[in-house]
């Protein structure tokens, strides 16, 4: 029986043996990682919110810092061509720390080179030039060439054709006053005349326009210089009307006619009220070498005005002309404004002309204007533009008329020469000429 124990020791110790053996393997596998992707997500719960599990806080800077340029730039390691480099990150984390705004020097503009001076262009002498744009007076002279001497010329006239010729007159603008006076010395002198044919009927019709246009006013434009107390005085010429009439086109016109005649020009840009009309009047100006002088956008025109021929007696040429503002004569004020350019000058120097510009193809509006404009300033010429794109040429006589104040210039185009003095015989011709 002594070996009894002996047994019982060995199955004890086979017993732990064994149970330490299925201990270790269970503990074993329990810690064995699974390569088995399916079997693992299958076992791993998905966690809440669309997957993204944040692994620490948000990242916070303090404000108001500048930041550090980064130390090795991907632009300074040419090996990457500007690729995200290992270490990189592949886009620029939206929390990251934004570049600040640097202030970098640019480099000065290049001076602007100063304007070539326009070429001084050559100037159509001025004399014949009524005869020379007689062309230009087309329509008007349909009304008076075609239908009044087809009416004239038909010999003797009964009272409905003498209602036509009224009529025909009335239509040119030649206004109710006029055209009474007319038929009335047409009537008498076809009678005395005893005219038979249309050639004598021309005649006469010329001779009593002719003697309608006629005025004992000088004609001339005031614009040669003259002296004061020894020393020389430029003309000042005061170019009126309301906008759009060609005031600018007329006094750029006009000074290229006394530059072609020899003489020496200053331009006065007093129209501030519209910034483009002193550009026009700078390039009429450049176009013939004169000298303008200009204000700013808006200033008082009458200190431009001013500057302008104190700025000529200075300079010693022979004519200032002033362009002034042309604003509607129904505003009150700015005619009063166009009165006060006239003393301000006037401080210094006499106003020798006053020129009108009036726009033929308005007809009776432009006969309105200058009643208007005359109560202000002294009118002593008018100058009759865009008398090539009327029919309405009658218009001449009754301004005249009305006014008293003779028509000096008339403006036939848009051309730099297409102004012309303005002489009765010739216009009328002009006007009967087939
Ligand atoms: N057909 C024709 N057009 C003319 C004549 N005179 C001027 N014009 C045109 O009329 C327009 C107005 O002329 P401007 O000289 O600018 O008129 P303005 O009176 O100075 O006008 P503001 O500067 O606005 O006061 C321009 O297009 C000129 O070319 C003319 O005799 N015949």
Same mark, same amino acid.
């Given at each position: 029986m002594s070996s009894t124990p002996w047994f019982w020791i060995v199955v004890v110790a086979v017993v732990v043996l064994v149970a330490v053996l299925v201990a270790g393997l269970l503990i074993a596998r329990r810690r064995r990682i699974s390569l088995d992707e399916s079997k693992a997500a299958d076992v791993v719960e998905k966690p809440k919110g669309g997957g993204y599990t944040a692994t620490g806080g948000i990242a916070l800077a303090p404000g108001g810092e500048k930041t550090e340029e980064p130390?090795? /730039?991907?632009?300074?390691? /040419?090996?990457t061509d500007g690729q995200p480099a290992?270490?990189?990150?592949?886009a620029v984390p939206r929390d990251s720390a934004q570049r600040t705004v640097r202030d970098v020097e640019l480099p000065e503009p290049a001076e602007e080179a100063a304007p070539e001076p326009a070429p001084v262009e050559e100037i159509a002498p001025a004399t014949g030039r009524l005869e020379r744009l007689r062309g230009r007076l087309g329509k008007s002279r349909s009304v008076f060439g075609q239908s009044l001497l087809g009416l004239l010329g038909a010999g003797d006239l009964d009272e409905d054709s003498w209602q036509d010729v009224e009529d025909t007159l009335l239509m040119a603008d030649l206004g109710a006053a006029t055209t009474t006076e007319i038929v009335d010395r047409l009537r008498e002198e076809l009678k005395r005349r005893a005219v038979r044919t249309s050639e004598e009927a021309r005649a006469v019709l010329q001779e009593v326009l002719t003697a309608a246009l006629s005025t004992d006013a000088v004609r001339a434009v005031r614009a040669l210089p003259h002296t004061v107390d020894g020393k020389k005085q430029p003309a000042v010429v005061l170019v009126a009307g309301v906008n759009g009439t060609g005031k600018t086109t007329t006094t750029g016109k006009l000074a290229r006619v006394l530059v072609a005649q020899g003489s020496t020009v200053v331009l006065g840009a007093?129209?501030?009220?519209?910034?483009?009309a002193a550009d026009q009047l700078q390039t009429w100006a450049e176009r013939v070498g004169a000298e303008v002088v200009r204000g700013k956008e808006g200033a008082d025109p009458a200190a431009v005005a001013f500057d302008a021929v104190k700025r000529g007696t200075e300079a010693g040429v022979d004519a200032v002309l002033v362009d002034t503002a042309g604003r509607l004569h129904t505003k009150t004020g700015l005619m009063d404004e166009l009165g006060k350019v006239k003393r301000v000058v006037e401080k210094?120097?006499?106003?020798d002309e006053v020129l009108l510009v009036l726009d033929a193809t308005t007809g009776q509006n432009g006969l309105m204007q200058a009643r208007v404009f005359s109560e202000v300033i002294d009118v002593t010429g008018i100058v009759l533009t865009k008398l090539d794109g009327t029919a309405k040429g009658g218009i001449v006589f009754q301004v005249q008329r009305e006014l008293?104040? /003779?028509?000096k210039l008339v403006g036939?185009?848009?051309?730099?020469?297409d102004l012309a003095p303005f002489e009765p015989g010739a216009f009328v011709e002009a006007l009967l000429s087939s």
């Open positions: 130390e090795h /730039p991907v632009e300074d390691r /040419p090996e290992v270490g990189d990150d592949a007093a129209d501030t009220f519209r910034a483009a210094q120097a006499k106003v008293g104040v /003779p028509v036939l185009g848009e051309g730099p020469d």
